[in-house]
């Protein structure tokens, strides 16, 4: 989320992450809901544009093509907006576009420019995750690691990280280590919930027979979201 609470009497909201880390086009998004220029239009997991008929054979929407250019030259155009003052941000959305293109060397060359810019923990893992998703399994790693070295608060940033270990199955030693470090920490917020890097702990330390741990780690999140239970859909699908 853009946004935190705090109750009581000197509650109120802040924003979850610095304003200079706040895109225009998550901001466009949390205020008016997905940059679609169709209701049939939908994202998948990894940012991929899928068409809700995409399923259905023969009546396949012929039309998706015009449409995914109209929805990526809105998503440009919020970027030529954003360059100006917040040039690191709008490289990011480029290089999600790039993505979505198809366009691997576009997209590794704008999140450089991410990290040429920010400088920072975040920037070197949206790289690594790139890597990832491209089968460049040991740049992923190398990314991650220098990422980790100027990691100073141990936020969502090392859950990232922990994250695009995992899918790359490497490093799980310190996969755990980016994980503890979260909760640890005074960083955490809603964008990484506790109770669901509980569980992403749990089934790492399962995956390493560490079954007692990993039960632990479980029950830890079962407190935090006592609301889930083992036997749930909701749980199952964490």
């Known amino acids: 989320g853009l946004v935190t609470s705090t109750r009581g009497a000197h509650g109120g909201y802040s924003l979850a992450k610095p304003a200079e880390e706040i895109t225009l086009d998550s ?4 205020l008016e809901g997905q940059i679609a220029p169709m209701e049939c239009f939908h994202e998948s997991p990894e940012g991929k544009v899928l068409c809700s008929h995409e399923s259905d054979g023969d009546r396949a929407c012929a039309t998706k093509l015009l449409w995914t250019r109209v929805q990526s030259g809105v998503t440009k155009a919020l970027a030529g907006t954003m360059m100006p003052r917040f040039p690191a941000q709008a490289h990011l ?3 999600r576009i790039a993505v ?4 691997a060397g576009a997209a590794e060359a704008e999140f450089k420019q991410v990290i040429a810019l920010q400088k920072n923990t975040q920037s070197w893992v949206d790289l690594a995750a790139f890597y990832e998703t491209h089968h460049r399994k040991a740049e992923a790693v190398a990314a991650v690691k220098v990422g980790l070295a100027l ?3 141990h936020g969502p940033a090392i859950v990232d990280a922990a994250s695009v270990l995992i899918a790359a199955h490497a490093e799980p030693e310190l996969a755990e280590k980016c994980l503890r470090l979260y909760l640890g920490s005074k960083a955490k917020t809603d964008e990484a919930p506790a109770f669901k890097v509980y569980v992403q702990l749990s089934r790492l330390l399962a995956a390493r027979g560490l079954s007692a741990e990993a039960g632990a780690q479980m029950q830890a999140a079962a407190v935090l979201a006592p609301v889930f239970t083992r036997g749930s859909r909701q749980w199952q699908g964490l």
């Open 93 to 95: 959305l480029l290089a």
């Open 100 to 103: 979505e293109a198809g366009d």
């Open 27 to 30: 901001v466009v998004e949390a």
């Open 151 to 153: 990691d100073r608060t």
